[in-house]
Each structure stands twice: as C-alpha cells, then as structure tokens.
C-alpha cells in the first residue's frame, strides 16, 4: 500500500513534443497524493491524452521523468493502477466476449502462469460488477451495450485489479446527463468509500469541480493546479466554461 | 461400388488414416491460433507466410539442405519481421505481409526455375496432398500442437487480453510485444506443418475461417474457444472424404468445406435474429 505522504504519481518537468517540432506539453510538474480525486481539465488539444498516455508508459516524454508509486514507470508500477480509456465502445465492437470475461481481463497481468480464473476471482468480479450496478449484464456480449454501460465495465474491469490508483480518460464523453451524473457519483463513492486514489481528464467544468478534491488545468502547460473553489475564480475556469468544446491557444 | 463404398475402402489404408490424423491435429492446431489471428486483424498472415515458406523450401531444394527445415527457419523470421515491420515503424500489417509475401513467391519461382524444377511435384506443395502425410510428420505435428497448447495456456488470459486491445494491454503492466512476436511465430509453425494437408495457396483458410465463423455464433470467449477446433475439425474430415471421393487435392475441399460452414453458421444467425425478431 502506499505511504500517505509519498506521492503515489510524480511528474517531473515532463515535455513531449512530436516530429516537427510540434510541443504537445510542456514543463508538467504535478504530484498526486493517495485519496486525492484530481481532475485534470483542460480544453480539446490540451495534451490531456499525451499526458495520460506518458503516464501510463505509452509515450516516452522527450524531457523530465514520471515517477510512479516512487519509482519510474514500469509493468510492475502499471500492475497497481487501473486505466479506463476514453470511449472503450469503441474497441473492437464484435469482440466475442460477455461482460464478466471483459471485466475478469482485469486479472490479466497478475495472473499466474497455467492458472485460470479462481472461483474466488470470479466472486470478487461479480462483487464488482454488483457494486457498480452492472451484474444484470454480466451474459451479454461487450459490443452489444450502451457508451454509459460499458464505461462502468471498464471501470470494473479496472478495479478488479485492486489498483490504487484509478485514471480515467474523460470517461463521461458521449454520455446523457443522467448517465453522466450516476457515473460521477459512483467515483465519489470509490474514492471516499474504497479510498482509491482518481485521476480523470474532463473538459466538463461543473461537474468535476464539484466532485474532485484537487484541479489540474492544462492547456500544454499546467496553469493551475489546487483547491476546485480556488479554480473557480481563476480566468481558466472562465475561458473553459464559456467555451468548453473550443480548442485554446498554448500560451 | 458406390461413394461410400468407396470411402470405406479407402478408409482401410494406412497411409490414408495417417493423413486423416495430420488433419484432425492440423485442424486442431490452426483453429486454436485462427482466433487470435482473426480479432487481431492480422487474417492475412497466413498468406504471407505460406509464401515466405515456399521460398523458403525452394532455397532448400536448391542448395540441397533439408527443404522443410530451411522452410521453417525462414518462415519463422518471416514471422517476426512481419510483426517488427507492423510495430516499429507503424506501417499498416497488411502492406507488412504484402512485402514478405511477394519476397518469398518472386524468390521460390527464381529458385524453382534455376532448379528445373527440383524434381517435385510443385501441384503437391501448392495445392496438398495426402501422400505427404508421412509418420515423422505425425509425430512433428503432434509435437507442435503440445506445445502450442502448453503455450497458449501458460498466458491465456494476457494473450487474450493483448488480443482485446494492446494499448489497453500495455497500459495494466502486460509485455504486449512478446505476445505479439508468439503469435506470429506459432502461426509461421503452423503454416509449416499445415502444408502436406492444405498446400501453400490455401493454407491461410485454415487460419481464419474456423475462428472467423465461431465469432460469428459464439456467445461468449469460451465458446469461441470451443468451437472453433469443431468447425475446424469439420472443414478438414468433411474436405478429406470429399478429396478422396473426387480423387483431387485436398486443399481445396478443405477450403471450400469451411468456407461451406461460415455460409451455414452465418445464414442460420440471419434466420434465428429474423425469427426473434417477428
């Protein structure tokens, strides 16, 4: 388990910049401590995804370094995080799979050689999915549900790997209110119910100021990272507010 | 006599029942790796490698070395070029297996023709033949399917998941790139062992239409599991007995038996969803 005064995530002047000299992000330092509900904000364009993807090792940064539960980012790092991933309808929609065998993936990479699924991982998965209002679907084919159904899917496919810390790529995208209100409310609960630590990318303003316990506002640099009532008056919140579909300049 | 008259008789032969157990492992092997392959979208590796293979064992031929073994190793490089093209530099995998496949035909032909031909029947290796089914083969092939099968087992649920989506793989801490380089080479081995029975141009069917058309009905990931070996299975006795019925290749009867199965299976889903539906 993680320490409470040690960070469980840590960016360090983290720069990514692609060929052609196009600099996605840029002087990213951030810590995210456990329990913390952090919602990372920022307009389309922001580097919100560039920066998920270098925290989850899928993009090397060209400058600084990511610390994952005090070490660099590593699979055995990545072991104690669940990652859900922005619109996951989307992946392959005629995976022949059911709801339970997509939400047990999640066991994959601490599974053991030669070893299936244990009556006890099953347990716990049907817990999961129990939790998170789903187990009526557990027999139905992943490709055959709604966005809001399979973004708890993922979710459960994710905390079925006990992580202890949760990242969510703008997981309430192409939902309806009700659906986008029911999820939020579930993340309040796993984090201060189950005290997993949260990580979600948003341009939704309202809704994640009023759910997260930290903001981070990123337009290719951080602009502001504290207190959600402080982010409130700050000019981002503003220019994201009035404009939040809109792409804004890098400073 | 009749047909069945006929098949019977045949059915007494030795080196035919021999061939019938090769297609019975063969189909048991391709159908395991046909999922995979077919939610990866990667159906046309098959292809690629079973033209790799016949350059491959007309290199063989030509400087004399055991065509099978030089067929082997150069399938399985092929193998892991293909992926490495396809992960490194990010160009799309079918123009990958596109680059192997025309390599491995335009250098076969090359040798072939250099060769006068080797003194083989070229009709055999392209379209199969059931006297290629030889005692070493059976036990070559049984072999390969053990280890296929301890394999796959010894990381299901991460080669499935690599299978569901790699990024995501990646992400939870999984070494993707080894399991991607596994499953191009057990399918560069099956392609090898696969080519008494089904013959170079045909053998990528093998490779896809079992998996392919247990997507198509199965409910679940293990049901998909289970049957695609049946429809596998099916596609090669059916297109054995047809072969020897017809006194042709069995490579095409394979083809078209599985090809058969897919239009049934898919055609009795359209039906049932359209019942339900009234």
């Known amino acids: 388990m993680s320490d409470a005064t040690e960070p469980v995530l840590e960016l360090r002047d983290v720069a990514v910049e692609y060929p052609g000299g196009i600099r996605a992000i840029d002087g990213i330092r951030l810590r995210v401590f456990p329990h913390d ?9 922001a580097g919100k995804s560039t920066l998920l993807a270098v925290i989850l090792g899928l993009q090397k940064p060209t400058r600084g370094s990511v610390r994952l539960f005090g070490r660099p980012v590593s699979p055995e790092g990545l072991r104690r995080l669940g990652y859900v991933p922005q619109r996951p309808q989307s992946t392959y929609p005629d995976f022949p799979a059911t709801v339970l065998e997509t939400v047990l993936l999640g066991r994959a990479a601490r599974a053991r050689p030669f070893r299936g699924v244990t009556r006890r991982e099953r347990k716990e998965a049907e817990e999961i999915l129990t939790l998170l209002d789903i187990h009526d679907l557990r027999g139905r084919r992943i490709g055959r549900l709604s966005g809001g ?32 209100r029911e999820f939020y409310l579930m993340l309040v609960h796993l984090n201060r119910d189950l005290g997993i630590t949260i990580v979600l990318t948003s341009h939704e303003v309202h809704s994640v100021t009023k759910l997260a316990s930290r903001i981070a506002f990123l337009s290719g640099t951080l602009l502001f990272d504290g207190d959600p009532v402080a982010f409130e008056r700050h000019p981002a919140h503003i220019d994201l507010e009035d404009f939040p579909e809109a792409v804004m300049p890098k400073p | 006599m009749s047909a069945l008259d006929l098949v019977l008789s045949y059915l ?31 159906s046309l590796i098959g ?12 290199v063989g031929y030509y400087v004399g070395f055991f065509p099978l073994w030089t067929a082997a190793g150069l399938v399985v490089l092929g193998s892991m070029g293909i992926t490495k093209l396809t992960r490194s530099t990010k160009i799309p995998s079918d123009a990958a297996v596109a680059v192997f496949l025309t390599l491995g035909l335009a250098s076969g032909i090359l040798l072939y023709e250099l060769g006068r031909g080797f003194g083989i029947s070229l009709e055999s290796l392209l379209f199969g033949s059931i006297l290629l089914a030889s005692t070493n083969q059976f036990l070559f092939v049984a072999a390969v399917l053990a280890a296929v099968v301890a394999l796959m087992l010894f990381s299901f649920s991460k080669l499935v998941y690599t299978t569901f989506n ?42 896809v239409l079992p998996g392919l058309t247990s997507i198509q009905v199965a409910r679940s990931f293990r049901e998909t599991m289970v049957l695609s070996p049946v429809f596998g299975l099916t596609s090669v006795v059916v297109g054995l007995l047809v072969s020897l019925v017809l006194d042709v290749a069995p490579g095409a009867t394979i083809v078209l038996s599985g090809l058969g199965i897919l239009l049934g299976v898919v055609t009795a889903r359209k039906i049932g969803e359209f019942v339900s539906r009234e």
């Not at chain 1, 509900?37 to 364009?45: C, D, I, K, V």
């Not at chain 2, 032969?13 to 979208?41: D, W």
């Not at chain 2, 057990?186 to 029975?197: F, K």
């Open chain 2, 166 to 207: 790699e990024t995501q793989a990646q992400a939870a801490g999984i070494r993707t790139a080894f399991f991607d380089y596994m499953l191009s080479a057990l399918a560069g081995v099956a392609v090898i062992i696969s080519i008494p029975i089904a013959g170079i141009l045909l053998i990528a069917a093998l490779l």
């Open chain 1, 149 to 180: 159904q399979t973004q708890r899917v993922f979710v459960a496919k994710a905390l079925v790997g006990k992580p202890e810390l949760l990242v969510l790529d703008e997981p309430t995208s192409g939902m309806d209110a009700q659906s986008r």
């Open chain 1, 37 to 45: 509900l952090l919602g990372l904000l920022g307009p389309n364009g």
């Open chain 2, 12 to 42: 007494t032969q030795p080196f035919i029942q021999r061939a019938f157990v090769i297609g019975i492992l063969v189909a048991l092997l391709s159908s395991l790796l046909s999922v995979f392959i077919v939610l990866k979208n990667v």
């Open chain 2, 47 to 58: 292809d690629g490698l079973a033209h790799t293979a016949f350059g491959g064992l007309a």
